[in-house]
Protein backbone atom coordinates (compact mmCIF):
# COMPACT_ATOMS: atom_id res chain seq x y z
CA UNK A 1 0.00 0.00 0.00
CA UNK A 2 1.32 3.62 -1.07
CA UNK A 3 1.07 5.79 2.80
CA UNK A 4 1.73 8.42 0.66
CA UNK A 5 -1.45 8.49 -0.73
CA UNK A 6 -4.11 10.82 0.70
CA UNK A 7 -6.68 8.50 2.84
CA UNK A 8 -10.54 9.85 2.00
CA UNK A 9 -13.73 9.11 4.40
CA UNK A 10 -16.54 9.07 2.59
CA UNK A 11 -19.78 10.33 4.76
CA UNK A 12 -23.24 9.75 3.10
CA UNK A 13 -26.53 8.23 4.06
CA UNK A 14 -26.93 7.36 -0.34
CA UNK A 15 -25.67 4.10 -1.19
CA UNK A 16 -25.47 5.03 -4.53
CA UNK A 17 -23.76 7.99 -3.75
CA UNK A 18 -21.17 6.76 -1.20
CA UNK A 19 -20.15 4.16 -4.89
CA UNK A 20 -20.42 6.78 -7.08
CA UNK A 21 -18.06 8.53 -4.81
CA UNK A 22 -15.97 5.64 -4.04
CA UNK A 23 -15.41 4.93 -7.35
CA UNK A 24 -14.13 8.54 -8.68
CA UNK A 25 -11.94 8.82 -5.66
CA UNK A 26 -10.21 5.32 -6.34
CA UNK A 27 -9.35 6.06 -9.76
CA UNK A 28 -6.74 8.35 -9.11
CA UNK A 29 -3.38 7.30 -7.66
CA UNK A 30 -2.97 9.95 -5.21
CA UNK A 31 -6.38 8.81 -3.58
CA UNK A 32 -7.29 5.88 -1.37
CA UNK A 33 -10.89 5.29 0.28
CA UNK A 34 -10.07 4.11 3.60
CA UNK A 35 -13.60 3.69 4.69
CA UNK A 36 -17.48 5.22 4.25
CA UNK A 37 -20.22 5.64 6.28
CA UNK A 38 -23.63 5.73 6.11
CA UNK A 39 -24.15 7.96 8.89
CA UNK A 40 -22.24 10.33 11.74
CA UNK A 41 -22.25 7.36 14.67
CA UNK A 42 -20.63 5.19 12.13
CA UNK A 43 -18.25 7.72 10.99
CA UNK A 44 -17.28 9.06 14.14
CA UNK A 45 -16.21 5.22 15.34
CA UNK A 46 -13.95 5.15 11.89
CA UNK A 47 -12.38 8.22 12.15
CA UNK A 48 -10.96 6.83 15.31
CA UNK A 49 -9.99 3.91 13.90
CA UNK A 50 -8.60 5.09 10.45
CA UNK A 51 -8.06 8.13 11.06
CA UNK A 52 -7.95 9.60 7.23
CA UNK A 53 -6.93 13.01 5.78
CA UNK A 54 -9.70 14.22 4.72
CA UNK A 55 -13.52 13.42 5.17
CA UNK A 56 -15.80 13.91 2.08
CA UNK A 57 -19.57 14.94 4.60
CA UNK A 58 -22.78 15.13 3.36
CA UNK A 59 -25.37 17.45 5.08
CA UNK A 60 -28.75 15.98 4.82
CA UNK A 61 -28.48 12.39 6.83
CA UNK A 62 -30.61 10.47 9.54
CA UNK A 63 -29.73 10.30 13.05
CA UNK A 64 -27.58 13.31 13.19
CA UNK A 65 -27.32 16.14 10.17
CA UNK A 66 -23.78 16.56 8.83
CA UNK A 67 -23.54 20.29 10.35
CA UNK A 68 -24.69 18.92 13.94
CA UNK A 69 -21.68 16.04 13.66
CA UNK A 70 -18.80 18.18 11.85
CA UNK A 71 -19.26 20.82 15.00
CA UNK A 72 -18.64 17.88 17.63
CA UNK A 73 -15.85 16.42 15.60
CA UNK A 74 -14.48 19.89 14.76
CA UNK A 75 -14.14 20.41 18.68
CA UNK A 76 -12.91 16.53 20.07
CA UNK A 77 -10.87 15.56 16.71
CA UNK A 78 -10.68 18.47 13.72
CA UNK A 79 -10.21 16.93 10.40
CA UNK A 80 -9.98 18.50 7.07
CA UNK A 81 -13.53 18.27 5.49
CA UNK A 82 -15.06 18.40 2.19
CA UNK A 83 -19.06 19.11 2.19
CA UNK A 84 -21.10 17.38 -0.49
CA UNK A 85 -24.01 18.90 -0.89
CA UNK A 86 -27.37 19.20 -2.87
CA UNK A 87 -28.10 22.93 -4.30
CA UNK A 88 -31.56 22.91 -1.96
CA UNK A 89 -31.51 26.48 -0.37
CA UNK A 90 -31.80 25.02 3.11
CA UNK A 91 -28.70 23.03 2.27
CA UNK A 92 -26.58 25.24 0.89
CA UNK A 93 -27.19 27.43 4.01
CA UNK A 94 -26.25 24.97 6.33
CA UNK A 95 -23.35 24.16 4.22
CA UNK A 96 -22.11 27.92 4.65
CA UNK A 97 -22.52 27.56 8.20
CA UNK A 98 -20.13 24.56 8.06
CA UNK A 99 -17.57 26.60 6.75
CA UNK A 100 -17.83 28.83 9.30
CA UNK A 101 -17.27 25.93 11.67
CA UNK A 102 -14.14 24.30 10.19
CA UNK A 103 -15.08 22.82 6.81
CA UNK A 104 -12.30 23.82 3.94
CA UNK A 105 -14.97 23.57 0.80
CA UNK A 106 -18.32 22.75 -0.71
CA UNK A 107 -18.54 20.51 -3.60
CA UNK A 108 -22.06 19.97 -5.34
CA UNK A 109 -23.50 16.76 -5.22
CA UNK A 110 -23.34 15.09 -8.09
CA UNK A 111 -26.76 13.86 -10.10
CA UNK A 112 -27.36 10.41 -10.60
CA UNK A 113 -28.22 10.41 -13.97
CA UNK A 114 -24.82 11.94 -14.62
CA UNK A 115 -22.91 9.56 -17.94
CA UNK A 116 -22.54 13.37 -19.87
CA UNK A 117 -20.75 14.98 -17.33
CA UNK A 118 -18.65 12.14 -15.29
CA UNK A 119 -15.84 13.41 -16.59
CA UNK A 120 -15.57 17.06 -15.82
CA UNK A 121 -17.39 15.62 -12.39
CA UNK A 122 -14.81 13.34 -11.22
CA UNK A 123 -12.09 15.84 -12.20
CA UNK A 124 -13.37 18.80 -10.23
CA UNK A 125 -13.87 16.12 -7.46
CA UNK A 126 -10.22 14.60 -7.46
CA UNK A 127 -9.26 18.39 -7.58
CA UNK A 128 -10.90 19.81 -4.78
CA UNK A 129 -10.01 16.61 -2.45
CA UNK A 130 -6.48 17.19 -3.31
CA UNK A 131 -6.56 20.96 -2.17
CA UNK A 132 -8.72 20.12 0.50
CA UNK A 133 -6.05 17.58 1.73
CA UNK A 134 -3.41 20.26 1.06
CA UNK A 135 -4.83 23.71 2.77
CA UNK A 136 -3.28 25.39 5.66
CA UNK A 137 -5.60 23.65 7.82
CA UNK A 138 -3.85 25.45 11.14
CA UNK A 139 -4.81 28.52 9.79
CA UNK A 140 -8.74 27.83 9.32
CA UNK A 141 -9.06 26.28 12.99
CA UNK A 142 -7.71 29.73 13.98
CA UNK A 143 -10.28 31.53 11.87
CA UNK A 144 -12.92 30.07 13.94
CA UNK A 145 -11.77 31.86 16.84
CA UNK A 146 -13.31 35.17 17.80
CA UNK A 147 -11.01 37.76 16.67
CA UNK A 148 -9.31 39.43 19.34
CA UNK A 149 -7.55 42.53 17.78
CA UNK A 150 -10.34 44.18 15.41
CA UNK A 151 -8.61 46.44 13.41
CA UNK A 152 -9.48 49.77 14.23
CA UNK A 153 -8.56 53.22 12.37
CA UNK A 154 -7.71 56.94 13.22
CA UNK A 155 -11.40 57.36 10.76
CA UNK A 156 -13.09 54.45 9.57
CA UNK A 157 -14.80 57.07 6.98
CA UNK A 158 -13.02 56.76 3.08
CA UNK A 159 -14.76 60.02 2.08
CA UNK A 160 -15.51 60.79 -1.83
CA UNK A 161 -15.20 56.76 -2.65
CA UNK A 162 -18.03 57.69 -5.85
CA UNK A 163 -15.84 56.86 -8.32
CA UNK A 164 -13.71 54.01 -6.82
CA UNK A 165 -14.34 50.12 -7.35
CA UNK A 166 -13.18 47.83 -5.42
CA UNK A 167 -12.33 44.40 -6.84
CA UNK A 168 -12.05 41.03 -4.83
CA UNK A 169 -11.82 37.60 -5.99
CA UNK A 170 -11.14 34.35 -3.44
CA UNK A 171 -11.84 30.49 -3.80
CA UNK A 172 -11.38 27.85 -1.17
CA UNK A 173 -11.09 29.15 2.22
CA UNK A 174 -12.19 32.65 0.90
CA UNK A 175 -15.32 33.10 2.44
CA UNK A 176 -14.74 33.45 5.91
CA UNK A 177 -11.38 35.45 4.49
CA UNK A 178 -13.87 37.68 3.10
CA UNK A 179 -16.05 37.73 6.30
CA UNK A 180 -12.94 38.84 8.00
CA UNK A 181 -11.95 41.64 5.46
CA UNK A 182 -15.14 43.19 4.41
CA UNK A 183 -16.88 43.13 8.10
CA UNK A 184 -13.90 45.90 9.28
CA UNK A 185 -14.93 48.06 6.47
CA UNK A 186 -16.65 51.44 7.29
CA UNK A 187 -20.58 52.06 5.39
CA UNK A 188 -19.02 54.17 2.99
CA UNK A 189 -16.88 51.08 1.38
CA UNK A 190 -16.60 52.15 -2.42
CA UNK A 191 -18.89 50.49 -4.75
CA UNK A 192 -17.70 46.71 -4.42
CA UNK A 193 -17.30 43.42 -6.82
CA UNK A 194 -16.61 40.28 -5.56
CA UNK A 195 -16.02 36.87 -7.60
CA UNK A 196 -15.90 33.73 -4.73
CA UNK A 197 -16.14 30.59 -6.66
CA UNK A 198 -19.01 28.80 -5.44
CA UNK A 199 -22.42 26.77 -6.38
CA UNK A 200 -25.36 28.16 -7.40
CA UNK A 201 -27.71 29.08 -4.63
CA UNK A 202 -24.82 29.37 -2.36
CA UNK A 203 -23.75 32.73 -3.62
CA UNK A 204 -27.30 34.17 -2.50
CA UNK A 205 -27.09 32.74 1.01
CA UNK A 206 -23.45 33.82 1.18
CA UNK A 207 -24.24 37.64 0.28
CA UNK A 208 -27.31 36.97 2.72
CA UNK A 209 -25.00 35.88 5.61
CA UNK A 210 -22.51 39.41 5.22
CA UNK A 211 -25.25 41.34 4.88
CA UNK A 212 -26.43 40.64 8.41
CA UNK A 213 -23.02 41.19 9.39
CA UNK A 214 -21.74 44.23 7.63
CA UNK A 215 -22.26 47.92 7.81
CA UNK A 216 -23.07 48.22 4.51
CA UNK A 217 -25.23 46.75 2.02
CA UNK A 218 -24.62 43.00 0.70
CA UNK A 219 -26.93 41.47 -1.86
CA UNK A 220 -26.08 39.04 -4.54
CA UNK A 221 -25.51 40.80 -7.59
CA UNK A 222 -28.64 41.18 -10.81
CA UNK A 223 -28.39 42.62 -14.31
CA UNK A 224 -27.90 46.34 -14.69
CA UNK A 225 -26.99 46.55 -10.42
CA UNK A 226 -25.86 50.15 -10.27
CA UNK A 227 -22.52 49.81 -8.55
CA UNK A 228 -21.96 52.67 -5.40
CA UNK A 229 -20.89 53.34 -2.63
CA UNK A 230 -22.08 51.07 0.49
CA UNK A 231 -22.83 48.57 -1.50
CA UNK A 232 -21.12 45.12 -2.02
CA UNK A 233 -22.53 43.63 -4.93
CA UNK A 234 -21.14 39.51 -4.65
CA UNK A 235 -21.21 37.66 -8.53
CA UNK A 236 -23.93 35.02 -8.44
CA UNK A 237 -22.86 30.95 -8.98
CA UNK A 238 -22.60 30.04 -12.70
CA UNK A 239 -22.67 33.59 -13.76
CA UNK A 240 -19.85 36.05 -14.84
CA UNK A 241 -19.87 39.19 -13.95
CA UNK A 242 -18.22 42.45 -15.14
CA UNK A 243 -18.32 46.28 -14.82
CA UNK A 244 -19.67 48.60 -17.29
CA UNK A 245 -20.34 52.25 -17.66
CA UNK A 246 -23.19 54.40 -18.22
CA UNK A 247 -22.36 58.32 -18.41
CA UNK A 248 -21.47 59.14 -14.35
CA UNK A 249 -22.32 55.67 -12.93
CA UNK A 250 -20.83 52.37 -13.04
CA UNK A 251 -23.15 48.87 -13.88
CA UNK A 252 -22.60 44.96 -13.87
CA UNK A 253 -23.62 42.95 -16.85
CA UNK A 254 -23.67 39.28 -16.27
CA UNK A 255 -23.31 36.36 -18.75
CA UNK A 256 -22.79 32.71 -19.41
CA UNK A 257 -20.20 32.28 -21.24
CA UNK A 258 -17.64 29.67 -21.31
CA UNK A 259 -16.04 28.76 -17.63
CA UNK A 260 -12.44 30.24 -17.32
CA UNK A 261 -10.22 28.16 -15.49
CA UNK A 262 -12.98 25.75 -15.34
CA UNK A 263 -14.54 28.29 -13.33
CA UNK A 264 -18.00 30.60 -13.35
CA UNK A 265 -17.73 32.94 -12.34
CA UNK A 266 -14.27 34.10 -13.26
CA UNK A 267 -11.80 36.60 -11.02
CA UNK A 268 -10.09 37.15 -14.82
CA UNK A 269 -12.89 37.78 -16.50
CA UNK A 270 -13.99 40.65 -13.60
CA UNK A 271 -11.03 42.12 -13.62
CA UNK A 272 -10.21 42.24 -16.99
CA UNK A 273 -13.19 44.37 -17.20
CA UNK A 274 -12.44 46.88 -14.23
CA UNK A 275 -9.35 47.45 -15.89
CA UNK A 276 -10.79 48.73 -18.77
CA UNK A 277 -13.64 50.66 -17.04
CA UNK A 278 -12.22 52.00 -13.65
CA UNK A 279 -8.31 52.12 -14.58
CA UNK A 280 -6.52 53.52 -12.03
CA UNK A 281 -9.52 54.11 -9.72
CA UNK A 282 -9.99 50.65 -8.93
CA UNK A 283 -8.29 48.86 -6.28
CA UNK A 284 -7.94 44.68 -6.34
CA UNK A 285 -7.37 42.54 -3.83
CA UNK A 286 -6.85 38.36 -3.96
CA UNK A 287 -7.68 36.46 -0.90
CA UNK A 288 -6.60 32.33 -0.38
CA UNK A 289 -8.03 30.35 -3.39
CA UNK A 290 -6.99 26.83 -5.54
CA UNK A 291 -5.57 27.83 -9.05
CA UNK A 292 -4.81 30.97 -11.07
CA UNK A 293 -8.29 32.68 -11.76
CA UNK A 294 -7.45 36.24 -11.04
CA UNK A 295 -3.63 37.00 -11.96
CA UNK A 296 -4.24 37.98 -15.54
CA UNK A 297 -6.46 40.25 -14.62
CA UNK A 298 -4.74 41.52 -11.95
CA UNK A 299 -2.17 42.37 -13.97
CA UNK A 300 -4.28 44.09 -16.06
CA UNK A 301 -5.48 46.37 -13.61
CA UNK A 302 -2.41 46.75 -12.61
CA UNK A 303 -1.06 48.16 -15.89
CA UNK A 304 -3.97 50.21 -15.87
CA UNK A 305 -3.26 52.27 -12.79
CA UNK A 306 -4.72 50.04 -10.00
CA UNK A 307 -3.44 49.37 -6.56
CA UNK A 308 -3.51 45.78 -5.50
CA UNK A 309 -2.95 43.59 -2.27
CA UNK A 310 -2.53 39.68 -2.20
CA UNK A 311 -2.99 38.00 0.72
CA UNK A 312 0.29 36.07 2.34
CA UNK A 313 1.02 32.33 2.40
CA UNK A 314 1.02 32.29 5.78
CA UNK A 315 -2.56 33.11 6.46
CA UNK A 316 -4.27 31.78 3.23
CA UNK A 317 -5.72 28.31 3.40
CA UNK A 318 -4.37 27.70 -0.31
CA UNK A 319 -1.93 29.75 -1.55
CA UNK A 320 -2.39 29.17 -5.18
CA UNK A 321 -4.36 32.49 -6.41
CA UNK A 322 -2.66 34.98 -4.59
CA UNK A 323 0.69 33.26 -5.33
CA UNK A 324 -0.32 32.80 -9.25
CA UNK A 325 -1.03 36.59 -8.94
CA UNK A 326 1.84 37.77 -7.61
CA UNK A 327 4.24 35.96 -9.88
CA UNK A 328 2.48 37.17 -12.54
CA UNK A 329 3.65 40.96 -11.44
CA UNK A 330 0.20 42.34 -10.81
CA UNK A 331 0.45 42.87 -6.88
CA UNK A 332 1.95 46.35 -4.94
CA UNK A 333 1.28 44.46 -1.18
CA UNK A 334 1.51 40.73 0.40
CA UNK A 335 0.00 40.98 3.45
CA UNK A 336 -1.32 38.73 6.32
CA UNK A 337 -5.28 38.39 6.13
CA UNK A 338 -5.78 40.39 9.13
CA UNK A 339 -4.27 43.67 8.11
CA UNK A 340 -5.93 43.92 4.43
CA UNK A 341 -8.93 45.81 5.54
CA UNK A 342 -6.93 48.65 6.96
CA UNK A 343 -4.54 48.98 4.21
CA UNK A 344 -7.93 48.82 2.08
CA UNK A 345 -8.88 51.70 4.63
CA UNK A 346 -5.74 54.07 4.62
CA UNK A 347 -5.58 53.59 0.48
CA UNK A 348 -9.00 54.88 0.24
CA UNK A 349 -8.25 57.66 2.36
CA UNK A 350 -5.45 58.76 0.94
CA UNK A 351 -7.10 58.97 -2.40
CA UNK A 352 -9.71 60.81 -1.06
CA UNK A 353 -6.89 63.42 0.29
CA UNK A 354 -5.76 63.44 -3.35
CA UNK A 355 -9.20 64.32 -5.06
CA UNK A 356 -9.77 66.50 -2.74
Known sequence: MNTNRIR???????????????????????????????DPYVARDKLIELKPDVMTLDIEMPRMDGL???????????????????????QSEMALRALEVGAIDVFT??????????????????????????????????????????????????????????????????????????????????????????????SKSFAENLNRICEFEVKEAEEGDRVKPGLVLIAPGNFHMELTRSGAYY??????????????????ILMRSVAKIAGKNAVGVVLTGMGRDGAQGLLEMHQAGSYNIAQDENTSVVYGMPKMA???????????????????????????????
Do not use: W
Request: hydrophobic content about 45%.
Open 251 to 268: YVKLNQQDAMHGVRPAAD
Open 326 to 356: VEAGGIDKVLPLDQIADCLIREFQKRDVAAS
Open 109 to 202: KPAINIKDSLQQIKLDLVTRVKAVARANFRMLVQMQKPSTNRIISVSRSLGQTTHQILAMAASTGGTEALKLVLSHLPPDIPGTLVVQHMPPVF
Open 68 to 90: TFLEKVMAAMPIRTLIISSLAKE
Open 8 to 38: VLIVDDSAVIRNLLSRILSSDPELEVVGTAQ
